[in-house]
């Protein structure tokens, strides 16, 4: 159920400078509402989790108590302790009795969980971020298509090929590109028949639609020299070359993280222009 949808009981209470709470408290708890808690705790494990990654809540702070928690975000105590849950499985947070819930320190965090890593990229994503990202990419992916050039099953060299066509067909924005572009680094870690590297794919997947919509003009279009780079990528796998699928890899990676941070710089001088011009 969307939540607009979602039925309301009285005046909603929200802190000053918070801005319209997107959940809605639902109106009675029964059975018939127990699909809508379900989806109402997941929606809010997203946002407190976009909250604490980006700052809001500082890591080894205490978490509001439950009752101003409820409030503020319009949800049941149920609700509540489900989002807790999920974002203490992903160690985020911890709760202590008679003391509280409180924010796990970063080096706790889980992440190499795929949501834990879109909340990130969502929240403001820094140059450190970005980079650390790419370091992981960069020890996976060239090894990944230097085993998929390696093993050259007909039916991975399908999807790779059928992949990258897609992407020459829409280059100039007139189809999914990013699905595209996601399917042909999907399908490279796939044709390594190795499955800890395609476990790998979620986070993979996570990582590569977020910086895709950072490195690109709304991941509308592609640059042509990326794209070139693909078909580099995708010969060398086709005939077997390993270690110039690894290099042409390595290569791409490199470029795609000058395009993520060259848009992360410019999108920093525009927020400080638009600051000083407030001032």
């Known amino acids: 159920m969307p939540l607009s949808k979602v039925p309301k009981r009285g005046p909603t209470s929200h802190p000053a400078g918070s801005g319209r709470s997107t959940f809605d408290r639902p109106a009675r708890h029964s059975v018939e509402s127990a699909p809508l808690e379900r ?10 989790g976009r909250e604490i990654v980006g700052g809001l809540y500082p890591t080894g702070a205490l978490l509001p108590n439950a009752v101003e928690m409820c409030a503020r975000y319009s949800v049941s105590r149920t609700a509540l302790r489900e ?51 790419f370091v992981l990419r960069q020890m996976v992916e060239p090894a990944a298509a230097a085993l998929a050039a390696a093993e050259r099953s007909s039916g991975t060299l399908e999807r790779i090929t059928e992949a990258y066509g897609r992407m020459e067909r829409f280059k100039n924005g007139n189809g999914d590109l990013i699905k595209a572009d996601l399917d042909f680094h999907l399908a490279i870690l796939g044709a390594t028949s190795n499955h800890f590297l395609t476990a790998l794919g979620g986070l993979i997947e996570a990582s590569l639609e977020c910086t895709f919509k950072l490195s690109w003009e709304g991941a509308g279009r592609i640059q042509d020299d990326r794209l070139d780079q693909h078909k580099d990528i995708l010969r060398a796998i086709c005939d077997g070359s390993a270690e110039l699928a690894r290099e042409r890899m390595a290569g791409l990676l490199r470029a795609s993280i000058n395009d993520v941070l060259e848009f992360l710089r410019q999108r920093d001088v525009a927020r400080e222009a638009i600051a000083n011009a407030r001032m």
């Open 39 to 48: 989806s109402l705790h997941s929606q809010l494990a997203g946002r407190l």
């Open 83 to 133: 989002a807790y849950s999920v974002l203490a499985a992903k160690a985020l947070i911890v709760a202590r009795p008679k003391v509280g819930t409180r924010v796990r320190p970063k080096s706790d965090w889980n992440m190499l969980d795929p949501e834990m890593l879109s909340w990130h990229l969502q929240s403001v994503p820094t140059e450190d971020f970005v980079a650390d990202l």
